[in-house]
């Protein structure tokens, strides 16, 4: 993107500010997770922010911090650049989780670990990963008591898959820009 994506202005708040009111909507215990060092806008003060020990370990890198953190037993993980999540997507995977570690949605046999909900008992084997150099969120799928959620039930609850939109490039950021918001 060229720019860190969390400040990027977004219908009069920042992209971040944005994500998190969506988040809180569905979620009581909002955990952000930033690099060492960046600025994040001004955010609500339930919100609390822990940072990544190491960086450039991508989702499951910020994934790790953010499960030790959270009071609640499972968390739905998003990235600050997803404006559109909805809540009617984070109802659908909390409910799914049930008898599970990890709720994980799934597009054309790509899972998508940004939004996801996954057990905060996970947080170990999250670090495993990481201390063995693998750093694929979805590989906790693989071995973690797993469902994932079909895009048929997906599209049930979000008929265009709007939250799985996310601001990768400028195209993609401007393109959301563009689009109508749902709530």
């Given at each position: 993107m060229g720019r860190d994506k ?111 909900v996954y057990r905060t008992s ?14 694929r969120a979805s590989l906790l ?43």
């Amino acid at each position: 993107m060229g720019r860190d994506k969390a400040t990027l202005p977004f219908r009069g708040e920042t992209l971040l500010e944005h994500v998190v009111r969506r988040v809180s909507n569905s979620v009581g215990d909002v955990v952000v997770v930033a690099r060492p060092g960046q600025e994040l806008p001004r955010l609500a003060p339930a919100v609390r922010i822990v940072f990544d020990e190491v960086t450039d370990r991508g989702p499951l890198g910020g994934l790790a911090p953010g499960l030790r953190a959270s009071r609640a037993d499972a968390v739905f993980a998003t990235a600050c650049d997803a404006p559109f999540v909805s809540a009617a997507v984070i109802d659908l995977l909390f409910e799914r989780v049930a008898g599970f570690d990890v709720a994980i949605a799934e597009t054309e046999g790509f899972a998508h670990p940004l939004c996801a909900v996954y057990r905060t008992s996970l947080a170990p084997a999250v670090e495993r990963l990481l201390a063995e150099g693998r750093l694929r969120a979805s590989l906790l799928a693989d071995f973690a008591p797993a469902v994932r959620v079909t895009e048929t039930e997906l599209r049930a609850v979000d008929p265009d898959l709007r939250s799985l939109v996310d601001c990768d490039t400028p195209e993609a950021y401007a393109a959301a820009l563009a689009m109508d918001d749902d709530a």
